[in-house]
């Protein structure tokens, strides 16, 4: 692989936590607003027909015959469509530092993945590194005073699904980046996502008579911006790097990068929120980015496929 393409994908992947790391902060401001149900319809509205622009325009080809589209349906049934309904419902019943939390244990969960369905092995010290990244999580959350409200045990228990329908996705695309190119999977993920969402909430609403709570909050400028920001950026952009990511480097040396989120969710509400950063954020952020650059650094030369 050239070395360009590699600094493209830790480039991406460092992005892709970026934007993780805010779309907590704007899923929760979406939830005000509407039902978990609405929110996903609208975010993939927006990111579906935003990348369908370079589609229809020709800037984008897709070539998805002789390729197998039922691994892809698979792929898309993990993620976007489990992965965003328990994250939703989950995030209705949990704070979003609670998600935070959950979503730090993916890397652990994506490498024993990895591990049994890719054969991806992993060296000692970059186990150990993948552990540290996850115990700088616990470790702020632990020490900031936070706990767990029992009362939230149902979103504590649907956001950690999310950890395991990321890591299946984080496997299978790996393995599909084989037979699609990112854009490719990113536009039929897309597409699954707003037709199954889109098709769900509709029917909802129109049984129970309430069509006009689905479009009620489109005069919030709020809900729309949280809505292009979690439909454009966190939805369209994370999916194409995430998809390039996979295909240039390991599953579990991808999937430890979504700790960096959590620094980021911590400067969301330092900058958003007013909430006060204290030496335990600093001390956990260190064990994090420590624990993602070892991932990396100490990976074998060679992975088994």
Known sequence: MKQKELRLAYLFAILNAVIIGFSFLFTKIALEY?????TLTYRFAASFFVMSIPV???????????KPLYKALLLAGIYPLGFFMFQSFGLQQATSAEGGIMYAFTPVVTMVFASIFLKEATTLLQKLSIFLSVFGVIFIFILTGSSIDL?????????FLTCITFAGYSVL?????????????????LAIGFAAFGIVSLVHHGLAGTLDLFFSPLVSITFITSILYLGILS????????????????????????????????????LFL????????LIGSLMIITGVIGANHFGQKKTVE
């Open 34 to 38: 509407t039902h978990p149900l609405d």
């Open 56 to 66: 229809v325009f020709g800037w984008v080809k897709l070539r998805y015959r002789d």
């Open 151 to 159: 009362s939230n045990l149902t979103g504590l228990f649907l956001l």
């Open 173 to 189: 695309a790996r393995s599909l980046s084989k037979h699609f190119n990112p854009a490719e999977l990113s536009y039929f993920m």
């Open 235 to 270: 939805s369209l952009v994370t999916a194409l790097t995430a998809n390039y990511v996979l295909s240039k480097i390991e599953a579990s040396k991808m999937s430890v990068f979504t700790n960096l989120s959590t620094i980021v969710s911590i400067a969301a509400g330092s």
């Open 274 to 281: 007013s909430e006060k950063v204290t030496m335990y954020h």
